[in-house]
T-cell receptor, first 112, second 114 residues
């Protein structure tokens, strides 16, 4: 059974700092991995999707990497801003089907 | 803009009183999903529809039902809500039910059970 773990559970950083969020999964037979952002009381916004054949994806100040063999992904946020404060969730999609398995998320607070 | 819409955004119901949550989409996607997300936990898939084909997750309680009368709409029915059913309910859509297909999420409905 696929399990997804995110560390740390919460993170507080000063504005401008670069930071890394971690995601690990137990079964490497995945099709892709996605990083989502969730603002308080809101739905999920997809940030980056990495196919299993890819190593990384970049969008603006965000860079996500994937190491399928070790079951790990990282989300790197450069020059963090208060507007980046949110919960960040990662989710893996297994080889068969499109059932996303989510981690519990990392709550990020960027202080101005 | 094409989107996934959920109504209401907040729903309060009483213990044991049936409640229905609504999801609609303008993306014309074939697949619609319902997730349950309890406080500080990961979203958990309850079931999904691929066109009119209903797919229930093995551990979804019988208390939860779903209807999809047409491509655009999907409903989540909770027949007898318990206090443990208080959660954020997220609706999502995708073009096809296969790996690599991006899921688009609605804003969610927060359910409170009194």
């Amino acid at each position: 059974k696929q399990e997804v773990t995110q560390i740390p559970a919460a993170l507080s950083v000063p504005e401008g700092e670069n930071l890394v969020l971690n995601c690990s999964f137990t079964d490497s037979a995945i099709y892709n991995l996605q990083w989502f952002r969730q603002d308080p009381g809101k739905g999920l916004t997809s940030l980056l999707l990495i196919q299993s054949s890819q190593r990384e994806q970049t969008s603006g100040r965000l860079n996500a990497s994937l190491d399928k063999s070790s079951g790990r992904s990282t989300l790197y946020i450069a020059a963090s801003q208060p507007g980046d404060s949110a919960t960040y969730l990662c989710a893996v999609s297994p080889i068969y089907g499109n059932k996303l398995v989510f981690g519990a998320g990392t709550i990020l607070r960027v202080k101005s | 803009d094409a989107m996934v819409i959920q109504n209401p955004r907040y729903q309060v119901t009483q213990f044991g009183k049936p409640v229905t949550l609504s999801c609609s989409q303008t993306l014309n996607h074939n697949v619609m999903y319902w997730y349950q997300q309890k406080s500080s936990q990961a979203p958990k898939l309850l079931f999904h529809y691929y066109d009119k084909d209903f797919n229930n997750e093995a551990d979804t309680p019988d208390n939860f039902q779903s209807r999809r009368p047409n491509t655009s709409f999907c409903f989540l029915d909770i027949r007898s809500p318990g206090l443990g059913d208080a959660a954020m309910y997220l609706c999502a859509t995708s073009r096809l039910p296969q790996g690599g297909e991006t899921q688009y999420f609605g804003p969610g409905t927060r359910l409170l059970v009194l």
